[in-house]
């Protein structure tokens, strides 16, 4: 890890680390800080949009040949007489999201002071590709909208098996190896009696 990263040393001692993503679209880019109500600005004079409705479980890794999607999503209740929000971002189709980029940022506070003048710019932590929306109802007025995204393992999980004989050697390598023809295909081992 580099000693700074943006003037920023991540050994040093913070007074809090404020979660920040910023979503892609093709009607431009917004931003959104996690789990916090509010508004706050950056040294670059963006505007991420808290709500303490707004939360994304943590990022799994792939294990035993899965790659776990992420996903951010918010809850609320609808209003009866305000215009349906989940109806709103149906109008909006599945390609205002598929394919785009979503960055996750961390944003270093160093003082209590710099909830509101910030003097080190967010830290991108990693990038992900959106791929759907989707939507929960519970009861009269109880909703969920998720915004899921491709895993940082998504290739790995995708990728191909390479069977180490000529042809497989040839793939990694350009070259085949002539050796590996006479590579054993079955584990044979010698039953051993005592006694």
């Given at each position: 890890m580099p000693d700074t990263i943006d003037g920023w040393n991540p050994r040093d001692d913070v007074v809090g680390v404020l979660n920040l993503v910023n979503i892609h679209t093709e009607d431009g880019e917004f931003g959104f800080l996690l789990a916090q109500d509010g508004v706050f600005v950056d040294v670059n004079g963006k505007h991420w949009y808290?709500?303490?409705?707004?939360?994304?479980p943590k990022l799994q890794s792939a294990i035993d040949g899965v790659a776990p999607a992420g996903e951010i999503s918010v809850s609320f209740f609808q209003q009866p007489d305000?215009?349906?929000?989940?109806?709103?971002?149906?109008?909006?189709?599945?390609?205002?999201?598929?394919?785009?980029?979503?960055?996750?940022y961390l944003q270093p506070i160093c003082s209590m002071a710099e909830f509101s003048?910030?003097?080190?710019?967010?830290?991108?932590?990693?990038?992900?590709?959106?791929?759907k929306l989707s939507y929960r109802a519970s009861g009269a007025e109880d909703r969920s909208i998720?915004?899921?995204?491709?895993?940082?393992?998504?290739?790995?999980?995708?990728?191909r098996r390479i069977t180490l004989n000529t042809d497989g050697h040839a793939k990694l390598l350009g070259a085949a190896n002539p050796s590996l023809e006479y590579m054993p295909t079955q584990d044979f081992e010698e039953e051993k009696l005592f006694g």
């Open positions: 808290g709500s303490t409705l707004l939360s994304s305000a215009p349906d929000l989940v109806d709103q971002m149906l109008s909006l189709g599945v390609d205002y999201v598929n394919g785009h980029k979503i960055e996750f003048a910030p003097t080190i710019a967010p830290q991108l932590e990693l990038t992900r590709t959106m791929r998720g915004l899921s995204f491709e895993p940082w393992s998504e290739e790995r999980r995708a990728a």
